[in-house]
């Protein structure tokens, strides 16, 4: 019996390529789900632009105008899972409009709680695959980490792993060179490598997680934090 | 008997004052070491602009030609705690030179590993206080807890706080503020929430760590990435 | 005769709103409009979400499917004007996806060149202005006028501004405060003296490039740049 | 005659290396100081780490508390100079802790105005180099340019060039790469063309406001916003 038999996962794969089979971010991201897998975790990868998402800091834009927003049906597969990974391609250095719109729209819930009275994403265990031609790998990662960190998300060690070409314009992850037999990135030793890293770490501190019943309770409820040792009884002016 | 009783921390004041007791920063972290010493964590406050820390990429910059280097002794308090708090004041909108010192000198460990073969900061909890005068604390705690994750630092839900005033000039945090019995921020419940919030998820993570013997070993250990299900043999153009 | 009569501009708001009458962002943008349009500037204010703009690293979204693209219409009135100021609300820290849109569909004609082999946006002069309730003005300016200066634009000096209200929940721009007459921020010196002084700068600049007939040519167009003193014969070790 | 004979650049770098002959920064840096004085730009390079220069948002850190402090003797360089160019290494993704402390000393001195009353660095032109082995130059640039314009610089089309070897360890620019008769880099088309054009655009703007005697006044003077049309006066709530 594999391991991490109880988890599940969603990954979200952000790209601006409307066809699933043509993203490159889909190709790291099928490395990830693919040792998950393996592992036992219950994983889907969802093309975000197969579907359609509405702009607006609301839980459902059909409220809002919208003749459709399928981003309810998304969003409770991701309250479903343990885990999520955010999936982007580079654009000028930072991440796609894509995956911004999706954070906003899991932020739009984000005041909500959950039995304990936690902010709503908490226990869960966030992560980040990034592909590019040649650089930003780092400032993606930055943003949506911290993005899932703020709304509750644990973050694991070296939650994030991506590829990148040599500077300038070049082959994106998984594309024909020509003269190799090897697809751009497929035998990259540093991006393997850190893939399994990371997808270890979202699995160890998933099942953690899942272990202890969610994250403690205690100090973090946003209702009652005064009835806890708070900072606001503390002196700032201590020597 | 406190509840957190076996943990440690060191929070580092990445402050431009030299005066530790003019930093405003260090006021918010006063604030945070006040819950963490009430709840039993043996913590130590350190302000970098106190000791005398060389630039470079080494552990030690003696050998690199300083005639003095104070980083391996904050570094070995580090190595000693469970957890890091950076705390760092806003520049134009980045955090300070002192903290992104403090940073690469972290970083310039990060090749070396701990007795499972994970790296050096494995098992270890992070966060970044952050205080300024208008604009700047998302954007500070990104790169920050980033680079903490980045090499090995597990990061908690809302794993930073801090202040800002209204937008341009104005007091900073714990100034007197004119017509006012109150000093700048120091009852901003937002502030003060989030700073509790942060250092209790702070020690919960520290402690669920330490409870399990550090990070969970398997599949992270960059000498034997191959020897676990790993990136290289998924099939990154599955359907 | 106003001193800019020649001059015309686009404010590109990129708020979440659907609505344009409720944009917090497009109140500070009215001003900057409003200053531009007393000097003497054609200024047009564009809200995106009153458009269907699609994604996609294209001219034109309907290209790959998409049944209407309202981007190449918006995209001609950018091409038409001396001056692209964006415009965009804060979330989580980090500009719109709205905001990421656009600027990927700028992105998207940038290998194209005018008659003198530069880049398209060559001798047109961008800024932006930002509005959030909190935090995060120099974050997003700092993506956005990096990826306008990438694409061509000249970016003068001070050439954002933004409001914020202290940090945690609160009003946003514009918001009725209660027990007070005046809108949160319309007050704010800070505020108007940085959107004067940004939207001046940009009428300076893009009449000192106007008067030059646009970028000066030599030395930066992409066809020609070994014909030119350039980086490849120079010494990189030289002492 | 070289037509850019009457300007003058000063090339910061920010290199952690302390010898400046180490500096994998310093190599590209002196490609663009080749197309500089070839052009007959006045250029002046300077590696930070061969001097002394405090922490501290003051002019001149003896003032604080220090022994010495180099920076007065640098910024009075700058001051002189219409071109500054900052070169940095990348570490984590960011820049260097040196080029942020360079940023801090520079705007330690931004409340002061020319005989204008503009901001001290009005009618002076930016620039930024950076080198990493793998990821991060636009993350660099980003701030690095922000910081620029913020405090008075002009900020030309494309005025950052780099370079980045594939992701994971491996060379900096310049390195010898084994079994290549070529350092790592030195032939990179990419990196050479945006060299060379970020330094032609850099002296042309330079030219530009060189002719123009500053950067034009009006508008953009703290003292006397309110004298111009200004943003106070305008209706944000206009339709």
């Given at each position: 019996?594999a391991r991490f038999?109880?988890?599940?996962a969603?990954l ?16 790291l991201l099928n490395r990830v789900r693919g040792i998950m897998a393996t592992e036992g975790v219950?994983v ?39 885990i999520?990974v ?41 992560g980040?695959v ?31 792993c ?30 393997n490598?850190?893939a399994t890293i990371m997808t270890w770490n979202l699995m ?36």
């Amino acid at each position: 019996m594999a391991r991490f038999d109880g988890l599940s996962a969603v990954l979200l794969n952000c790209s601006l390529v409307h066809d699933a089979s043509k993203s490159h971010t889909r190709r790291l991201l099928n490395r990830v789900r693919g040792i998950m897998a393996t592992e036992g975790v219950d994983v889907e990868l969802i093309h975000m632009l197969e579907h359609q998402v509405g702009f607006g800091m609301v839980p459902d834009t059909t409220e809002i105008g919208d003749d459709r927003d399928d981003w309810p049906d998304i969003h409770a597969k991701i309250m479903d899972a343990d885990i999520l990974v955010i999936g982007t391609p580079i654009w000028l250095g930072v991440k796609s409009s894509v995956a911004s719109l999706a954070i906003e729209r899991l932020y739009a819930y984000s005041g909500e709680t959950n039995e304990h009275g936690q902010y709503l994403y908490y226990g869960k265990t966030g992560g980040c695959v990034v592909t590019g031609n040649e650089d930003g790998v780092k400032a993606c990662s930055m943003e949506t980490l911290y993005a899932l960190s703020h709304i509750g998300y644990t973050i694991p060690p070296q939650a994030d792993c991506g590829w990148l070409g040599e500077i300038g314009p070049g082959p994106s992850y998984g594309d024909e060179v020509e003269g190799s037999n090897t697809r751009a990135g497929y035998d990259s030793e540093f991006t393997n490598k850190n893939a399994t890293i990371m997808t270890w770490n979202l699995m160890h501190t998933a099942q953690m997680l899942k272990d202890r019943g969610g994250f403690p309770v205690g100090g973090n409820v946003a209702e009652t934090w005064r009835e806890v040792t708070n900072a606001e009884d503390q002196d700032p002016d201590a020597d």
